[in-house]
C-alpha cells in the first residue's frame, strides 16, 4: 500500500511511520512538510492513501482537502490529522468536504491507524464506484446516443443558465433551430442505417462550425439546436448560419455513394427576440418553420413582423377549427366543356370560405394553414358530401345528364387513410349517385409521395368507378414513368403550358406534345387555363378532350353556375371558335405510328 504522508510537525510523521511498522502491512510511506509539497507529490504519483494534517503553515485544511478532492487525475482515500477539535462542526465539515475520516494525533494506535485506513479505503472505492456510475447515468440523461451531441435534456438546461448569466455580464446569445430539409427521404429510400450516417455527419460538421463554449444539441430526429454565447453582432450570427448552411451542401458519401442534404435554420436572438428560455425555443421554432415555408435551405431572423405573422397565423387557425362544424366553407363550381361538341360535361368543385366578417375567401387564404394544421381533412371530407349532394340535386332537375361529372381535388392526407374509398362510397350512398358521375384530382407530386400504398388505394376507390385524374400535370416531378402503373384515367396539364400559345412555338410544340404522349397512354386530356379563344381553338386543333378556363367561366356559385347550365349554347361557341388560327409549323412524331412501326420491325 502506498501512503501520502502530509504534516509539518516531523515528530508528528515519525511518530505515524512507527506505528505503521508495528503492523504486518508492506507500506511504502512518502513524506511531506507542507500543502504545497503534498500536492506536488500527489500530481507526480498514485497513492492509495492520504493522511493529512489539519494545520499547515502554508494552505488552510478545508482548502487543501479539496484541491486533493478534486483533483482531475488522482483519486486516493483521505484522512484528516488533527491535534484537537477547536470547533465542534470541524469533523462534519471535513467529511462534507469530502474526507473518508477524521483522526485524533493523540489517540492514534497501529490497529487504530490500519483500521482507520481500511475503512477509508474502502469506503472511497465505493464513493468512486458511485460517483463512475453517476457520470455514466449522467452523460446517458445529457448525452445524444446516436450522434454524441447534447441532447434536448442537456440543451434546455443550457439554455435556461445561459440567459440569467448573459442578463448580469450584459452579453449576447443566439439559438440557432435547424431541420434538415426532406431527410425522410433518405430514410425511405436509403434505409435507417443510411439515415444514422447522415445524421452523424451532421453532427460532426457542426461541432467543426461552432466555437469553443458554444453548445450543440440534437433535439430528437432530424433536429438540431445551436447555442451561440456572447457574440458580437447579427452579422456574426447571420454569417455562422451561411456558413452551417454552405457545410452541409457538401455531399456526404454513404457506402461509397454521394448524397445530398440541405437544412432550414430558424434564429432567435437575446435579449431582442425573447427574454427567457420558453420563449426563446418558440422564437427560434417560429422562425425555423418561416425559412422552411420560403422554400427551405436558408436561415430567418425571429422579427416582431414574423410575431405578427404568427399571431394572425393563430388566429385564422382558431377560427378555422371553430366554424368547419358550423359549415362556413361553401362550393363554388367551374365548368368543365367537351373540346369537340363545346358542351358543360362536368364541374371542378373548389372550396371557399364564407367568413363571417370578412366575406367570401378565396383557397390562398386558408388552404395552406388548413393542411398544416390537419384541418384540410374535415374541411375536403364535408366538400366532397357538398359536392355529391349538389350534384345528385342538379341531376334530379335535369339540370345535367348521366354522363355529367363532377370533380374534386383530394389533399394529400386523405390519400393515407386506407378507409378512404369506404368513406367516398357512404358519400355516394346517401347521395344515391353511382360512382361514374364523380371523379378524383390528385397534383403529381402527392401520387409520387408513398407511391405504391396510394396506387392500391385508388385503385380500390376506381373499383366504384370513381374517375381519378392527374392533376396538375408537369409542374412536379417527372411522373411519367408512374403514369402506367396509376389507375388515372384523365390528364389534367396545368394551365402554366398554355398561357403562351399561340404565340410561343415553343409552347406550342411543348402543349402538342404533351396531348400526343397523354393520349398514346389512352389517357382523356383536360386543359386548364383556358382564357382566350385563340387557346382554345389551338387546343381543339391539338386534339384534347376538355376544356377548363376564365373564357367559358370563373369559379361560381351554385345558383350562378345553374344559370351557366341552362344559357350555355353550344352552337354559339362553335362558331366563335370554328375561324382557323395561324400557328407555327410543329414537327410533331406521331408516338402510335412509331409503336407500330417498331412492332413490325
Not at 462534507?96 to 483500521?115: N, Y
Not at 455580464?169 to 443510411?194: E, P, R, Y
Not at 454552405?246 to 432567435?268: K, M, Y
Request: with cysteine; charged share 25%; proline share 3%.
Amino acid at each position: 500500500m502506498k501512503l501520502l504522508l502530509i504534516d509539518d510537525n516531523e515528530l508528528d510523521r515519525q511518530a505515524i511511520i512507527r506505528t505503521f511498522k508495528k503492523t504486518e502491512w508492506d507500506i511504502q510511506i512518502t513524506q511531506a512538510s507542507s500543502a504545497t509539497e503534498g500536492l506536488a507529490e500527489f500530481d507526480e504519483n498514485e497513492f492509495d492513501a492520504v493522511l493529512l494534517d489539519y494545520r499547515l503553515p502554508d494552505m488552510d485544511g478545508l482548502d487543501t482537502l479539496r484541491l486533493f478532492v478534486r483533483h482531475p487525475i488522482h483519486h486516493s482515500a483521505i484522512i484528516i490529522l488533527t491535534g484537537a477539535i477547536e470547533d465542534e462542526m470541524l469533523e462534519q465539515q471535513c467529511i462534507e468536504a469530502g474526507a473518508q475520516d477524521v483522526l485524533f494525533k493523540s489517540e492514534i494506535a497501529h490497529k487504530h491507524l490500519t483500521r482507520a485506513i481500511v475503512h477509508a479505503r474502502t469506503r472511497h472505492l465505493l464513493e468512486r464506484e458511485l460517483q463512475v456510475s453517476y457520470q455514466r447515468l449522467r452523460t446517458l440523461a445529457e448525452n445524444d446516443s446516436l450522434t454524441g451531441l447534447a441532447n434536448r435534456y442537456y440543451f434546455d438546461e443550457s439554455l435556461r443558465t445561459a440567459i440569467p448569466r448573459a442578463k448580469r455580464m450584459n452579453d449576447q446569445l443566439a439559438l440557432l433551430f435547424l431541420d434538415l430539409d426532406n431527410f425522410k427521404f433518405i430514410n425511405d429510400t436509403l434505409g435507417h442505417n443510411a439515415g444514422d450516417q447522415m445524421l452523424k455527419e451532421i453532427a460532426h460538421r457542426l461541432l467543426d462550425m461552432v466555437r469553443d463554449g458554444d453548445v450543440v444539441c440534437r433535439l430528437g430526429g432530424d433536429e438540431f439546436a445551436i447555442l451561440a454565447l456572447n457574440f458580437e453582432s447579427q452579422d456574426a450570427i447571420a454569417q455562422l448560419a451561411e456558413r452551417i448552411l454552405a457545410d452541409l451542401r457538401r455531399p456526404v458519401i454513404i457506402d461509397n455513394c454521394e448524397h445530398f442534404i440541405s437544412a432550414s435554420v430558424g434564429i432567435a436572438t437575446y435579449p431582442d427576440a425573447a427574454l427567457n428560455a420558453p420563449d426563446m425555443l418558440k422564437a427560434a421554432d417560429l422562425a425555423m418553420y418561416r425559412a422552411k415555408r420560403d422554400g427551405k435551405n436558408n436561415y430567418q431572423f425571429f422579427s416582431s413582423a414574423l410575431q405578427a405573422q404568427v399571431q394572425e397565423r393563430l388566429r385564422i387557425e382558431k377560427e378555422l377549427r371553430a366554424l368547419i362544424p358550423t359549415d362556413h366553407f361553401i362550393l363554388y363550381y367551374q365548368p368543365i366543356v367537351n373540346a369537340q361538341t363545346l358542351e358543360i360535361c362536368g364541374a371542378e368543385s373548389l372550396v371557399r370560405w364564407n367568413h363571417p366578417t370578412r366575406g367570401i375567401l378565396p383557397p390562398s387564404e386558408f388552404i395552406a394553414l388548413a393542411e398544416e394544421t390537419g384541418l384540410i381533412i374535415e374541411i375536403d371530407s364535408r366538400s366532397r358530401l357538398k359536392a355529391c349532394q349538389q350534384l345528385s340535386k342538379w341531376r334530379a332537375q335535369k339540370l345535367v345528364g348521366n354522363n355529367f361529372n363532377m370533380k374534386f381535388n383530394l389533399c394529400a392526407q386523405l390519400l393515407t387513410d386506407d378507409h378512404l374509398h369506404e368513406d367516398i362510397k357512404a358519400d355516394l350512398d346517401k347521395t344515391e349517385l353511382p360512382g361514374s358521375c364523380i371523379g378524383l384530382e390528385i397534383t403529381e407530386s402527392v401520387l409520387i409521395e408513398n407511391f405504391e400504398s396510394t396506387a392500391k388505394l385508388l385503385r380500390k376507390i376506381q373499383d366504384l368507378g370513381v374517375e381519378i385524374s392527374v392533376d396538375d400535370f408537369g409542374t412536379g416531378y417527372s411522373s411519367m414513368a408512374y403514369l402506367k402503373e396509376l389507375p388515372a384515367r384523365v390528364l389534367k396539364i396545368d394551365q402554366t403550358f398554355v398561357q403562351g400559345v399561340p404565340e410561343s412555338p415553343n409552347d406550342c410544340r411543348i402543349l402538342r406534345a404533351m396531348i400526343v404522349f397523354g393520349q398514346s397512354l389512352d389517357l382523356k386530356i383536360v386543359i386548364e387555363g383556358i382564357e382566350t379563344r385563340e387557346q382554345a381553338r389551338l387546343c381543339r386543333d391539338y386534339g384534347t378532350d376538355y376544356l377548363q378556363g376564365y373564357l367559358f367561366a370563373k369559379p361560381i356559385a351554385p345558383d350562378a353556375f345553374e344559370n351557366l347550365l341552362l344559357s350555355h349554347n353550344a352552337e354559339k361557341w362553335k362558331r366563335l371558335l370554328s375561324t382557323p388560327i395561324a400557328v407555327p409549323d410543329l414537327i410533331i412524331p406521331d408516338i402510335n405510328s412509331n409503336i407500330n412501326n417498331q412492332g413490325r420491325q
